[in-house]
């Protein structure tokens, strides 16, 4: 049954590898109820639960969850559910174009499949890193493409910039839509890309962290904005590289905040200081009030692993909201 966004049900998700619930915020931005999600970390457990305190929460290994126990814990039937979204890591499933689904590095790819397999949502979301469609990584997207279209979804794949969806940040994203209702598509772009000065104008930082060290210090007192480490090292005749040192521009979107947040991987806020988390969160997508506990590293690395949000959102308001 078709339904116009606006007025169509309240569909239901079940999230896996959800991390602090990036996807799961944007399917809530668009009106969904996530019923359900799976995540092994503790620390990501931990921040999923106080931003999500309705979701029921398996915590643990995938490979021990099975479509019964989520259906059993959610009310559903086999079929009923709208949406299943993940993240499986996939580095492994195709070797030199070869379907290898022995290889170790696909099981939590696998498992997706097999939940796939247990529950048969309607519609399947999954997200991944942009070097999925690069160079032989290509093959490992055909892959997943096909394991969808045998299973009876129409599928529509490709990359996603989340700098056109309303996020000030460079953080593009390989999407791949499946659904047995109708033909999806990847949404439209929605906005012009945010500078980081205009998204940050009214955000507090929640703490100020100035380097710490030597090279740091080094850093932050060279850099300008825009500039990454290795500019910064051209300039003073030196050879070493320091190429994840970057320094945001204010009339630039940010660039990617990745899991590392320290040493060779720092971002700069242009006051010469560490983005905050606060920051962090509104340059992913997050509301600044995002609830993140425990130490700054920590926090930071579940940023740097999550869903932009507005992704999300846009998937289900453009797509799926209108052939579910």
């Known amino acids: 049954m078709s339904a116009l966004w606006g007025d169509f049900h309240k569909m239901k998700v079940i999230s896996t590898f959800s991390g602090c619930g990036g996807s799961s915020t944007g399917y809530k931005m668009a009106g969904c109820e996530v019923v359900a999600c ?9 921040c999923y639960r106080a931003n999500h305190p309705t979701t029921q929460v398996f915590h643990g290994d995938i490979h ?14 086999v079929g009923e559910l709208d949406i299943l979204d993940g993240s499986p890591p996939c580095q492994g499933f ?17 498992q997706q499949l097999r939940l796939i397999d247990e529950l048969k949502p309607k519609h399947v979301v999954i997200e991944n890193v942009s070097g999925m469609i690069k160079g032989q990584m290509k093959s490992v997207a055909g892959e997943v493409v096909l394991s969808l279209k045998e299973r009876g979804y129409r599928v529509a794949a490709g990359l996603m910039e989340a700098q056109y969806f309303g996020v000030p940040q460079l953080r593009p994203r390989v999407f791949f839509i499946g659904s047995r209702i109708g033909q999806p598509s990847l949404p439209k772009a929605t906005s012009n890309p945010i500078p980081c000065g205009v998204a940050l ?15 740091q210090r080094l850093m932050a007192s060279h850099l300008q904005p825009g500039e990454n480490g290795g500019d910064v090292m051209k300039r003073l005749g030196r050879k070493e590289a320091w190429f994840g040192v970057k320094m945001n521009h204010p009339d630039h979107i940010s660039f990617t905040i990745v899991k590392q947040d320290r040493g060779c991987n720092t971002l700069y806020h242009w006051k010469r200081r560490h983005i905050s988390i606060r920051e962090a969160l509104v340059l992913t997508g997050f509301p600044a009030t995002y609830v993140l506990p425990g130490a700054f590293g920590d926090r930071w690395a579940r940023i740097g692993n999550s869903v932009a949000p507005p992704m999300s959102r846009e998937i289900v308001k453009q797509v799926l909201g209108r052939i579910g």
């Open 38 to 46: 799976v995540e092994w970390d503790e620390h990501a457990v931990e």
């Open 64 to 77: 021990k969850v099975t479509g019964e126990m989520l259906l059993n814990a959610t009310g559903l039937d």
């Open 94 to 110: 195709s070797t030199a174009g070869k379907r290898v689904l022995d290889d170790p590095r696909n099981s939590l790819f696998k």
């Open 201 to 215: 104008r009214d955000v507090d930082p929640d703490e100020v962290l100035l380097p710490q060290n030597p090279g």
